[in-house]
């Protein structure tokens, strides 16, 4: 069983995948993880995101150690993440890592949780369930800010919300993978939800089209 949950930066689709994930016992994927991890390889190295062999060498030699670490949240790494996202060579270097952790999840797990900008399109497009999350990006850039402020008071919103439309425009625009939405995938705007209702309107669709499996 593959679960695909996709969205915008901040939409709330990391929280949600990792609840699911737990709920489920599945596997779980923070497949943007790969790619903030890859741009922040390039950035230690001095290097351009947006140069596509500097990008390729980073995530080509990724390691288990580059993907934990708290610098991998922040706001610059995530800009640096987006660039090197859109370099086709990239995505296709990263691409097998994901296909294979979701068809033969690890430590005998039944299922797996992936959570990414295109998970239920190109990564996983025959996944059996798909969500894709939306919120205004004045109520995501909301919620970033505040993540920000627990660890930096200076932070800025119009800085963050300036950001996130950059960000969204990358991501939407890119002719390899853009962002959106599945023709199958179950939309669920966050705006006016909190974490709880989102999760329990999610766990209720995946319970019914099990049940309707077996």
Known sequence: MIIAIDGPAASGKGTLARRVADAMDYAYLDTGLLYRATGAKVLAENADPANEAAAVAAAENLGADDLVGEALRSEDVGTAA??????PKVREVLLDFQRSLATTP?????????DGRDIG????PDAPIKFYLT??????ANRRFKQLQEKNPAAIYER???EL????????????APLKMAEDAIHIDTDRLNANAVFDAVMAHIHTHMGADD
């Open 106 to 114: 690890p430590g005998g797990k039944r299922g797996a949780v992936l």
């Open 135 to 140: 919120a205004s990006v004045e109520e995501r």
């Open 82 to 87: 987006s660039k090197v996202a859109a370099i």
């Open 165 to 176: 439309e950059e960000r969204d425009a990358r991501d939407s625009a890119r002719d390899v």
């Open 160 to 162: 963050v919300l300036k």
């Open 121 to 124: 399109t190109v990564v996983c």
